[in-house]
C-alpha cells in the first residue's frame, strides 16, 4: 500500500469529516424486516439494532437473506413488512437517493470511463455540490485513502486493493450517515483483504459512522465488527459479540457456523443438577459438568472445538478410543482428524510445541474432550440447518 503522506494529514481530514458526520449519523434500527420476491419470505421479522457508529457484521449462509436486508435498508427494495430508522429518522418514508447511505459492493463497480477523481466526486455531483467544493472534497477523500497521487487515473489502471479503496472513497465522500458494505473485500487475496480490513476499520474509527458489513469471510467479521447478526434461513439465530457467538452459540447452527467444531451423538444417562453423562454412540460414557435442559433418554448432539479436545497415548476415565486419520500443521498448530470407533470424525487441534512428532496414520489413540466447555444441542437441529451451515462459510 502507498504510504506517500504524513499520518498527521490523514488524521487531520478524518477529524474535519467527523465532526460533520457525527450530526448525521445515529443508530440503526430494523425491526420486523420482512420480503419476498414472489414464492415465500426471502427475510422474515428480521430484528436488530447497531448502535450509532459502530460496525455490525451480518453473516450467514449463501441465500439466507443478507444482500436483501442491505437493499431495502439502501431503499433499492420496499420491504413487505417492518421498519428501518437511522436516528429519529423512519428511512422507509426517505425516497433511496436521499437517504443518504453509501454503498460498497464486492465486485468495485467503479465507473470505468471515469478517473479516479470523477469517480469520487460522483455523488457530490448528483447531490448538486458546487464544483469548487466537489475538487476540495475529492482531495481530502483521496488524501484520506492514501491514494492522493492517483486522481487522473482511470480505475483499470489501479490494482484490485487501489480500487477497492476508491470504492470506499466514492461511499463517503457524498458524507453518507450510514455505510453499507456488501462483501467488500470478497474478490481480493488475503494479504490485501487484510490490509484492507485495518485501513478500513482506520476510516471507520475516525470518521465513527454507523456501518452495517455483509461477509462470508469470519474472521473478516470478527475483526472489523463489534457484534455479529447471524441469520440463516432468512431469519436472524442469534445476535452478539464475537466471543459470546463462539463461546455461547445458542443453536447448532450458531454452533457449526462460526469456526470449526466436532459432533458426537448420544443420548443421556441419568442426568443430574450439575453432571451429565451421555452414552455415546460408540458405547463409550461421557461425563458432562454442564447442567442443561435435558432429561434422562433424550438423544442429544455433543459438540466440541477442536481446541477443547486433547490426545492421550493411553486410556483413562472419560477419554474416547480413537484412531489418526491425517495431521496437518497449520500456523502455530497441528491439526489432527481422527476416527472414534463409530467412524465419528473428531478434530484436535495441539500446540505445534506440544503436539508429539512420534504419532503415525492410523496409531491408536485417546482423545478427551472438555466437559466443561462443550456444548449439547437436541439432534431435531442438524437436518435442515446442516446442509445450510455446509453450504455457508467460504473460508
Ligand atoms: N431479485 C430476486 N428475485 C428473486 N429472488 C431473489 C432475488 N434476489 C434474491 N433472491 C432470493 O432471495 C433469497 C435471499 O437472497 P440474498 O441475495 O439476500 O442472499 P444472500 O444472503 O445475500 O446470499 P449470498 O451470500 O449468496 O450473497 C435467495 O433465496 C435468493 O435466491
Ligand atoms: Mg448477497
Redesign the pocket.
Known amino acids: 500500500m502507498q504510504r506517500a503522506l504524513p499520518a498527521l494529514d490523514q488524521n487531520t481530514a478524518a477529524r474535519s469529516l467527523s465532526s460533520e458526520l457525527a450530526q448525521r449519523t445515529g443508530a440503526l434500527t430494523v425491526a420486523g424486516l420482512s420480503h419476498s420476491?414472489?414464492s415465500g419470505f426471502?427475510?422474515d421479522g428480521v430484528t436488530f439494532d447497531i448502535p450509532a457508529g459502530e460496525v455490525a457484521a451480518l453473516l450467514?449462509?449463501?441465500?439466507?437473506?443478507?444482500?436483501?436486508?442491505l437493499r431495502a435498508i439502501a431503499g433499492l427494495i420496499r420491504p413487505a413488512k417492518g421498519t428501518i430508522a437511522l436516528g429519529d429518522t423512519d428511512l422507509l418514508q426517505v425516497p433511496a437517493r436521499s437517504r443518504g447511505i453509501g454503498m460498497v459492493f464486492q465486485n468495485y463497480a467503479l465507473f470505468p470511463h471515469m478517473t479516479v477523481a470523477e469517480n469520487v466526486s460522483y455523488p457530490l455531483a448528483c447531490q448538486g455540490v458546487p464544483k469548487q467544493e466537489r475538487r476540495a472534497r475529492v482531495d481530502e477523500m483521496l488524501r484520506l485513502i492514501q491514494l492522493d497521487s492517483f486522481g487522473r487515473r482511470l480505475p483499470h489502471q489501479l490494482s484490485g486493493g487501489q480500487q477497492q479503496r476508491v470504492a470506499v472513497a466514492r461511499a463517503l465522500a457524498g458524507r453518507p450517515s450510514l455505510l453499507l458494505l456488501d462483501?467488500p473485500f470478497g474478490a481480493l487475496d488475503r494479504a490485501l483483504r487484510f490490509d484492507l480490513q485495518v485501513e478500513m476499520l482506520r476510516l471507520q474509527k475516525a470518521l465513527g459512522i454507523t456501518t452495517l458489513l455483509?461477509t462470508?469471510d469470519q474472521e473478516e467479521a470478527q475483526s472489523l465488527a463489534s457484534r455479529l447478526v447471524l441469520?440463516n434461513r432468512?431469519r436472524i439465530e442469534q445476535i452478539d459479540t464475537p466471543s459470546r457467538i463462539y463461546d455461547q452459540p445458542r443453536t447448532l447452527f450458531v454452533n457449526r457456523f462460526i469456526g470449526q467444531t466436532s459432533m458426537l451423538t448420544g443420548r443421556v444417562e441419568g442426568a443430574g443438577p450439575e453432571r451429565m453423562p451421555v452414552r455415546l454412540t460408540t458405547g463409550e460414557l461421557l461425563d458432562l459438568l454442564r447442567p442443561t435442559r435435558f432429561v434422562s433418554g433424550a438423544s442429544v448432539v455433543v459438540t466440541c472445538r477442536p481446541e477443547e479436545v486433547s490426545l492421550f497415548p493411553d486410556a483413562g476415565p472419560g477419554r474416547l478410543a480413537a484412531r489418526l486419520i491425517v495431521s496437518i500443521p497449520l500456523g502455530p498448530h497441528v491439526i489432527h482428524d481422527l476416527e472414534l470407533t463409530d467412524g465419528t470424525g473428531i478434530r484436535c487441534a495441539q500446540l505445534r510445541a506440544q503436539a508429539p512428532d512420534t504419532l503415525l496414520l492410523g496409531d491408536r489413540i485417546f482423545v478427551a474432550i472438555d466437559p466443561a466447555r462443550c456444548h449439547v444441542f437436541p439432534p431435531d437441529a442438524i437436518g435442515g440447518d446442516l446442509h445450510a451451515s455446509l453450504e455457508g462459510p467460504s473460508s
Open positions: 420476491y414472489g426471502a427475510v450467514g449462509p449463501s441465500g439466507c437473506g443478507k444482500s436483501t436486508v462483501e455483509v462470508h441469520m432468512g
